[in-house]
Protein backbone atom coordinates (compact mmCIF):
# COMPACT_ATOMS: atom_id res chain seq x y z
CA UNK A 1 0.00 0.00 0.00
CA UNK A 2 1.74 3.33 -0.84
CA UNK A 3 0.49 6.37 0.92
CA UNK A 4 1.05 10.00 -0.65
CA UNK A 5 0.41 13.30 2.34
CA UNK A 6 -0.19 15.39 -0.51
CA UNK A 7 -2.69 13.68 -1.91
CA UNK A 8 -4.14 13.25 1.11
CA UNK A 9 -4.44 16.76 1.75
CA UNK A 10 -5.41 18.12 -1.62
CA UNK A 11 -8.54 14.99 -1.15
CA UNK A 12 -9.58 16.68 2.00
CA UNK A 13 -9.25 20.00 1.10
CA UNK A 14 -11.35 19.37 -1.95
CA UNK A 15 -14.22 18.38 0.64
CA UNK A 16 -13.53 21.03 3.61
CA UNK A 17 -11.52 23.98 2.76
CA UNK A 18 -13.25 27.22 2.48
CA UNK A 19 -11.02 28.41 -0.27
CA UNK A 20 -11.86 32.15 0.60
CA UNK A 21 -10.75 32.28 4.45
CA UNK A 22 -8.72 29.31 4.31
CA UNK A 23 -10.16 27.75 7.20
CA UNK A 24 -11.66 24.37 7.03
CA UNK A 25 -15.46 23.69 7.63
CA UNK A 26 -15.09 22.00 10.77
CA UNK A 27 -19.25 21.33 10.77
CA UNK A 28 -18.98 19.69 7.57
CA UNK A 29 -16.14 17.87 8.39
CA UNK A 30 -17.94 16.48 11.94
CA UNK A 31 -21.16 15.95 9.53
CA UNK A 32 -19.06 13.67 7.07
CA UNK A 33 -17.55 11.70 9.91
CA UNK A 34 -20.67 11.08 11.40
CA UNK A 35 -22.21 9.79 8.48
CA UNK A 36 -19.47 7.00 8.67
CA UNK A 37 -21.10 5.87 11.58
CA UNK A 38 -25.14 6.81 10.54
CA UNK A 39 -25.14 5.40 7.20
CA UNK A 40 -22.01 3.19 6.81
CA UNK A 41 -21.25 1.66 9.56
CA UNK A 42 -25.02 1.35 10.94
CA UNK A 43 -26.12 -0.54 7.33
CA UNK A 44 -22.83 -3.12 7.32
CA UNK A 45 -24.18 -5.81 8.98
CA UNK A 46 -21.48 -7.04 11.94
CA UNK A 47 -23.01 -10.45 12.48
CA UNK A 48 -25.72 -12.19 14.26
CA UNK A 49 -28.23 -9.83 13.33
CA UNK A 50 -26.47 -6.52 14.47
CA UNK A 51 -24.78 -3.82 12.37
CA UNK A 52 -21.05 -2.68 12.75
CA UNK A 53 -22.26 -0.19 14.55
CA UNK A 54 -23.98 -1.96 17.46
CA UNK A 55 -20.72 -3.67 17.97
CA UNK A 56 -18.15 -0.61 17.57
CA UNK A 57 -20.22 1.02 20.11
CA UNK A 58 -20.95 -1.68 22.63
CA UNK A 59 -17.13 -2.27 22.50
CA UNK A 60 -16.10 -0.80 25.81
CA UNK A 61 -12.72 -1.05 24.76
CA UNK A 62 -12.79 1.09 21.63
CA UNK A 63 -12.58 4.65 23.29
CA UNK A 64 -14.74 7.39 21.17
CA UNK A 65 -11.13 8.76 19.64
CA UNK A 66 -10.25 5.40 18.11
CA UNK A 67 -13.76 5.36 16.79
CA UNK A 68 -13.56 8.82 15.14
CA UNK A 69 -9.83 8.38 13.78
CA UNK A 70 -10.57 4.91 12.40
CA UNK A 71 -14.19 6.63 10.53
CA UNK A 72 -11.92 9.42 9.26
CA UNK A 73 -9.49 7.33 8.20
CA UNK A 74 -12.22 5.52 6.41
CA UNK A 75 -13.52 8.46 4.93
CA UNK A 76 -9.73 10.00 3.92
CA UNK A 77 -9.41 7.23 2.01
CA UNK A 78 -13.21 7.68 0.11
CA UNK A 79 -12.19 10.96 -0.41
CA UNK A 80 -8.86 10.04 -2.29
CA UNK A 81 -10.33 7.45 -4.09
CA UNK A 82 -13.12 9.94 -5.33
CA UNK A 83 -10.29 12.60 -6.29
CA UNK A 84 -7.75 10.25 -7.86
CA UNK A 85 -9.60 7.27 -9.20
CA UNK A 86 -8.74 4.78 -9.63
CA UNK A 87 -6.84 5.25 -6.14
CA UNK A 88 -3.17 4.15 -5.72
CA UNK A 89 -2.70 5.27 -3.01
CA UNK A 90 -4.28 5.60 1.08
CA UNK A 91 -4.12 8.40 3.67
CA UNK A 92 -2.37 7.19 7.47
CA UNK A 93 -3.41 8.66 10.66
CA UNK A 94 -0.04 10.42 10.73
CA UNK A 95 -1.44 12.33 7.49
CA UNK A 96 -4.64 13.17 8.71
CA UNK A 97 -2.61 14.61 12.15
CA UNK A 98 -0.57 17.06 9.95
CA UNK A 99 -3.64 17.64 7.84
CA UNK A 100 -5.41 19.28 11.36
CA UNK A 101 -2.53 20.49 12.38
CA UNK A 102 -1.92 22.46 8.93
CA UNK A 103 -4.99 24.18 9.66
CA UNK A 104 -4.27 24.77 13.75
CA UNK A 105 -6.57 22.06 14.39
CA UNK A 106 -6.67 18.92 16.65
CA UNK A 107 -8.62 16.13 17.27
CA UNK A 108 -10.76 18.64 19.84
CA UNK A 109 -12.50 19.97 16.08
CA UNK A 110 -14.26 16.10 17.01
CA UNK A 111 -15.73 17.42 20.81
CA UNK A 112 -19.33 17.64 19.41
CA UNK A 113 -19.26 13.86 17.17
CA UNK A 114 -17.86 12.58 20.83
CA UNK A 115 -20.83 14.62 22.48
CA UNK A 116 -23.54 12.36 19.86
CA UNK A 117 -20.64 9.26 20.07
CA UNK A 118 -21.57 9.26 23.79
CA UNK A 119 -25.20 9.74 23.42
CA UNK A 120 -25.51 6.80 20.82
CA UNK A 121 -23.20 4.34 23.24
CA UNK A 122 -25.40 5.22 25.83
CA UNK A 123 -28.75 4.48 24.03
CA UNK A 124 -26.82 1.00 22.67
CA UNK A 125 -25.98 -0.28 26.17
CA UNK A 126 -29.54 0.66 27.74
CA UNK A 127 -31.07 -1.46 24.90
CA UNK A 128 -28.24 -4.13 24.72
Known amino acids: MMTNKNKTFEALNSYFLNTATNKINTGYLNDMIFNVFDIEYRHTNGGNGRSKLHYLLTNKKRTNKSLICEAFLRFANQAI ?15 L ?3 LKYYGLDYSVFNPLVE ?11 NN
Not at 83 to 94: G, K, M
Not at 116 to 126: F, Q, S, T, V
Open 97 to 99: NKW
Open 116 to 126: ELEAMRAEELK
Open 81 to 95: ENTFYPAVTYATLDH
